[in-house]
């Protein structure tokens, strides 16, 4: 069968024993012309966003994966959330004074992770990853690694060639989960003729190519820069879009407060609990051999389930 079917889960037993459940036994059938994908993708239901509480069963039913609109046969999905995590934890360097306000916030975010968490924290300036802290499980030193920001201009590079340069530090830790969590205002104008398109820019799609190669999800938090702080709504606009993309097409959220600085990140971090901690490896047969890029599409028969995951991969 091209499919798993889910029962009522309760997600307290599914956490500890590492495994969500298993595609029903497929026909024996020769194994030539086909692969095997395995995707990071996040189940939950919409309901527990809106309630702000996570539910103790979710039903997800009947899952489909489509690749290139075809579809495949599913192996597997576990649950990784005992898993350790790799978080890279990465600000913009000149956001306004706004941000200075929530690190505290963010600090205390790094410290209640769960223990065996390896974090990363840098800063991005003129396109370019500064580390502050290399990854470690101390979390209480990476949590105090954080600081103020600069607030000064960095020549409009954006954030986009520091993820790409803080994606290439994952490849030397063991197999697991593994994210990012940007906190920028998404503009890039260093190589689009239109401003704050990042849809045209190189670091962009760099960024985007590795982190679906890799399994990183990429979270982002936009909070403005003095560039996008009331002046220009096509800028806000352009990097607020890119910042969407990015988290779209790895599987990750993007976090926003209309147009204006939040004036909490602590909503964001309650969402990002329950998101990381739904994380399963969804493993399929691809039946496309060729390389190139293919879009993918996991779905639910349960129309409340919601599944977060990349939208597409390269296979070389």
């Known amino acids: 069968m091209r499919y798993l079917r889910f029962f009522t889960i309760l997600l307290a037993f599914v956490f500890a024993s590492g495994l969500v459940g298993t595609a029903q036994s497929p026909r024996e059938r020769p194994r030539q012309g086909v692969r095997t994908v395995t995707l990071p993708i996040t189940i939950f239901t919409k309901q527990e966003l809106r309630d702000d509480q996570a539910a103790e069963f979710v039903q997800a039913d009947k899952l489909t994966v489509r690749e290139a609109k ?45 223990r065996g968490t390896r974090v990363m924290v840098g800063y991005i300036r003129g396109g370019s990853l500064q580390t502050r802290q290399r990854f470690t499980d101390d979390l209480e030193r990476a949590a105090r690694s954080l600081r103020i920001v600069s607030g000064v201009g960095g020549g409009g590079n954006g954030p ?64 403005p820069t003095e560039l996008t702080e009331n002046r220009n709504s096509r800028l806000t606009l352009g990097g607020q879009g890119g910042l969407q993309q990015l988290s779209d097409e790895t599987g990750g959220r993007a976090f926003f407060q209309g147009s204006m600085a939040p004036i909490s990140f602590m909503p964001f971090f309650r969402d990002l609990d329950l998101l990381l901690s739904r994380q399963f490896a969804l493993t399929y047969l691809s039946t496309h051999m060729k390389k190139g890029y293919y879009k993918v599409a996991v779905t639910s028969s349960n129309p409340d389930v919601k599944i977060e995951h990349p939208k597409g991969y390269y296979h070389r």
């Open 70 to 114: 075809d579809e495949q046969e599913i192996l597997s999905i576990r649950s990784v959330s005992n898993t350790p995590l790799a978080l890279a934890v990465l600000v913009q360097d000149d956001l306004t004074g706004n941000f200075n306000l929530q690190l505290r916030d963010l600090a205390n975010f790094i410290r209640r992770l769960p």
């Open 160 to 223: 986009y060639g520091g993820v790409a340069e803080a994606l290439k530090r994952f490849d030397a830790l063991p197999a697991g989960r593994r994210a990012i969590l940007v906190v920028s205002d998404g503009v890039d104008t260093s190589s689009s003729s239109l401003p704050g398109s990042s849809s045209q820019s190189v670091d962009f799609d760099r960024a985007v190519n590795r982190a679906q190669r890799t399994g990183v999800v990429v979270h982002t938090i936009y909070t």
